[in-house]
């Protein structure tokens, strides 16, 4: 099924909307990826880098009261299992100086008595032998001889058990102020929880995360991510230190996902609004940069239909100024020869001569205005150099009503030709040239070579992505010889031996119309052995030759 063809004018318009909203479509969806993504990236980046600040604070602190665990122990068992206060006292001042409190550190038996506080008051959970394997006791028994951390009535504990082999023979727990780990949070502008490994929160700059028995929110103890809770939108990072404590840092993003939201419809609405425009504005605006080529179409479609006296008077731009004046000389030399074929009826080989040109020429013409009108949409460059070329070609055709030309001109001509192809085809067509220079001044049939080429180029496609042409031109004894040959899809046997037999029987009933338009006016115009003859083999290419008298100009 053959796909319907739009009008130039309709291309026009799909060309500007495409050229016009695709790119700003394509800009305003990838400005808001990239701030998306940015924006993403920032909220993630700096909510991990303060996590990782706190995180690293804590440790630190934490580290320095294992330390100062690890001295006590070694003091105590220095001492054969007792304690000397003004040791104990000189290590908990020299560890917690930098922090300004220096807790309750409680050294306790393995029957629960108390050895040495740094406080006036112990806990009844470390005295009480109800909670003996409950809470820190069991947290000491569970971890035996390493210092570890337990969160217990809201406190944080660092505790030790010393041991002999399997025997208890004491306990070191140390409450670390709560005053400490505020202050590791303190000036941050997200929110900021320490838990342990349950839940249970430590410290905390807010109140509005957890729950009425002191834990964290389970929405907001989910690890790293965005999240959507209750309507609204945060970012959570959370951290496992290794020291019985975990961080998680919270950014509140509701407010930028409402602000982004609105600039995302904005950024539509504008959107919407410039497609509007450019819609309706394209119309108007193809219909005003297509009407030439709508007279330029119109004036084709009198030619065809057998009107010749239609003329294009076109001002609107350089490049259609000269198609028209180069048409309205086109028809005027046309009703020339018109007139002229009438008054030579008599010399029947010149007037069928004049018929074959006649036809060949609008031929060629129209084919190659319908590359232009294609190619007007794709590239403007291209386009106007088509039709500077065209325009030469035309001005050959139509400058004068000889019927012979040096071999110069007509490869002057068929320079234009080349120049077409060259933009329509780009790196799929390639020819050679190789005339020699002795028979340039030579006379041959007008529009002889150009034909040729238009030939190979029509048929050698066929199937392939690339062509190359190669035109030769030599003098042998009294001849002029010039071949054509391609590298194309060539021609089945069958219909090369029809061309053959139309070419012999001077009747044309193949669709290669140009060859024997060729042939057919060699003969005519010379009288002896000249002509045009063709060889071609399928998928390796096709040659054509022709041979004609050598003479010039008295």
């Given at each position: 099924?053959t796909?319907e063809?739009?009008?130039?004018?309709?291309?026009i318009r799909?060309t500007f909307?495409?050229y016009?909203?695709v790119p700003?479509?394509?800009?305003?969806?990838?400005a808001?990826?990239?701030?998306?993504?940015?924006?993403s990236?920032?909220q993630a980046?700096?909510?991990?880098?303060?996590?990782?600040a706190?995180?690293?604070?804590l440790?630190?602190?934490i580290?320095i009261?294992?330390?100062?665990?690890s001295?006590?122990?070694d003091s105590?068992?220095?001492?054969?299992?007792?304690?000397d206060?003004?040791e104990?006292?000189?290590?908990l001042y020299?560890r917690?100086?930098?922090?300004?409190e220096?807790g309750n550190?409680?050294?306790?038996t393995?029957?629960q008595q108390?050895?040495f506080t740094?406080k006036?008051?112990v806990?009844?959970y470390l005295t009480?032998?109800?909670?003996s394997n409950?809470?820190?006791?069991r947290?000491?028994?569970?971890n035996?001889?390493?210092?570890s951390?337990i969160l217990?009535e809201k406190t944080?504990?660092i505790?030790?058990?010393?041991?002999?082999g399997?025997?208890?023979?004491?306990?070191i727990?140390?409450?670390?102020?709560?005053?400490?780990?505020?202050t590791?949070?303190?000036?941050?502008?997200?929110?900021?929880?320490i838990?342990?490994?349950n839940?249970?929160?430590?410290?905390s700059?807010t109140?509005k995360?957890?729950?009425?028995?002191?834990?964290?929110?389970s929405?907001?103890?989910t690890?790293?991510g965005?999240?959507?809770?209750d309507q609204?939108f945060?970012y959570s990072c959370?951290t496992?230190?290794?020291?019985?404590?975990?961080?998680?840092t919270?950014?509140?993003?509701?407010?930028?996902?409402?602000?982004i939201?609105?600039?995302?419809g904005?950024?539509?609405?504008i959107f919407?609004a410039?497609?509007l425009?450019?819609?309706?504005s394209t119309?108007n605006s193809s219909?005003?940069?297509t009407k030439?080529?709508?007279?330029i179409?119109d004036?084709?479609?009198?030619?065809?239909n057998?009107d010749?006296?239609?003329?294009?008077?076109?001002d609107?731009s350089?490049?259609?100024?000269?198609?028209g004046?180069?048409f309205?000389?086109m028809?005027?030399?046309?009703?020339?020869?018109?007139e002229?074929?009438k008054?030579l009826?008599?010399?029947?080989a010149f007037?069928q001569v004049?018929?074959l040109?006649?036809?060949?020429?609008?031929?060629?013409?129209?084919?190659?205005l319908?590359n232009?009108r294609?190619m007007?949409k794709i590239?403007?460059?291209?386009a106007d150099?088509m039709?500077?070329?065209l325009?030469?070609?035309?001005r050959?055709?139509?400058r004068?009503?000889?019927?012979?030309?040096?071999v110069r001109?007509?490869?002057?001509?068929i320079q234009?030709?080349?120049?077409?192809?060259?933009?329509?085809?780009?790196?799929?067509?390639?020819y050679e040239?190789d005339?020699?220079?002795?028979?340039?001044d030579?006379?041959?049939p007008k529009?002889?070579?150009?034909?040729?080429?238009?030939?190979?180029v029509?048929?050698?496609?066929?199937?392939?992505?690339?062509?190359?042409?190669?035109i030769?031109g030599?003098?042998?004894?009294?001849?002029l010889?010039f071949?054509?040959e391609?590298?194309?899809a060539g021609?089945?046997?069958?219909k090369l031996l029809?061309?053959q037999?139309?070419?012999?029987?001077?009747?044309?009933?193949?669709?290669?119309?140009?060859?024997y338009?060729i042939d057919?006016?060699?003969?005519?115009?010379?009288?002896?052995?000249?002509?045009?003859?063709?060889?071609s083999?399928?998928?390796e290419?096709t040659?054509?030759r022709?041979v004609?008298?050598?003479h010039?100009?008295?």
């Amino acid at each position: 099924m053959t796909k319907e063809v739009g009008s130039f004018q309709d291309n026009i318009r799909r060309t500007f909307i495409r050229y016009s909203l695709v790119p700003v479509a394509a800009i305003v969806i990838l400005a808001l990826v990239i701030f998306s993504f940015s924006w993403s990236y920032f909220q993630a980046h700096y909510n991990k880098q303060d996590n990782k600040a706190v995180s690293q604070e804590l440790s630190r602190i934490i580290n320095i009261y294992y330390e100062m665990v690890s001295d006590v122990e070694d003091s105590f068992l220095e001492k054969d299992n007792k304690v000397d206060q003004a040791e104990v006292f000189e290590i908990l001042y020299r560890r917690t100086a930098e922090f300004g409190e220096i807790g309750n550190l409680i050294i306790l038996t393995p029957a629960q008595q108390v050895l040495f506080t740094s406080k006036d008051h112990v806990p009844g959970y470390l005295t009480s032998h109800v909670y003996s394997n409950w809470g820190v006791w069991r947290n000491i028994r569970d971890n035996q001889g390493q210092t570890s951390t337990i969160l217990y009535e809201k406190t944080l504990y660092i505790t030790k058990g010393i041991y002999d082999g399997d025997e208890l023979r004491g306990a070191i727990v140390y409450a670390v102020p709560g005053e400490v780990a505020q202050t590791a949070i303190s000036g941050q502008s997200r929110y900021i929880i320490i838990t342990d490994s349950n839940g249970w929160i430590y410290a905390s700059n807010t109140k509005k995360l957890q729950d009425a028995y002191g834990r964290i929110l389970s929405s907001y103890n989910t690890g790293t991510g965005f999240k959507k809770i209750d309507q609204s939108f945060y970012y959570s990072c959370k951290t496992v230190t290794g020291k019985g404590i975990n961080v998680i840092t919270i950014n509140d993003i509701t407010r930028s996902m409402w602000l982004i939201a609105i600039l995302v419809g904005i950024l539509t609405g504008i959107f919407v609004a410039i497609a509007l425009i450019t819609y309706r504005s394209t119309a108007n605006s193809s219909i005003k940069y297509t009407k030439d080529i709508a007279k330029i179409t119109d004036a084709f479609e009198a030619v065809q239909n057998g009107d010749f006296d239609v003329s294009l008077n076109i001002d609107s731009s350089k490049e259609f100024k000269i198609i028209g004046g180069d048409f309205n000389n086109m028809l005027n030399g046309l009703k020339d020869q018109i007139e002229q074929n009438k008054e030579l009826a008599e010399n029947a080989a010149f007037s069928q001569v004049k018929q074959l040109e006649s036809q060949f020429n609008p031929h060629f013409l129209f084919n190659t205005l319908d590359n232009i009108r294609f190619m007007a949409k794709i590239d403007a460059k291209a386009a106007d150099k088509m039709i500077v070329s065209l325009s030469g070609l035309l001005r050959y055709s139509i400058r004068d009503v000889r019927e012979e030309v040096t071999v110069r001109e007509d490869l002057s001509n068929i320079q234009y030709y080349l120049n077409i192809l060259q933009i329509r085809f780009n790196k799929r067509f390639a020819y050679e040239m190789d005339v020699a220079e002795d028979i340039m001044d030579y006379l041959i049939p007008k529009l002889l070579l150009q034909p040729l080429m238009e030939n190979a180029v029509k048929y050698g496609f066929a199937g392939q992505e690339k062509l190359t042409v190669k035109i030769r031109g030599y003098q042998k004894q009294e001849k002029l010889v010039f071949v054509c040959e391609d590298d194309g899809a060539g021609i089945e046997e069958d219909k090369l031996l029809e061309i053959q037999k139309n070419l012999s029987e001077n009747a044309d009933s193949s669709q290669h119309f140009g060859l024997y338009n060729i042939d057919r006016r060699i003969r005519l115009m010379y009288k002896g052995d000249y002509g045009l003859d063709i060889t071609s083999k399928k998928d390796e290419g096709t040659t054509v030759r022709i041979v004609l008298p050598k003479h010039k100009e008295a």
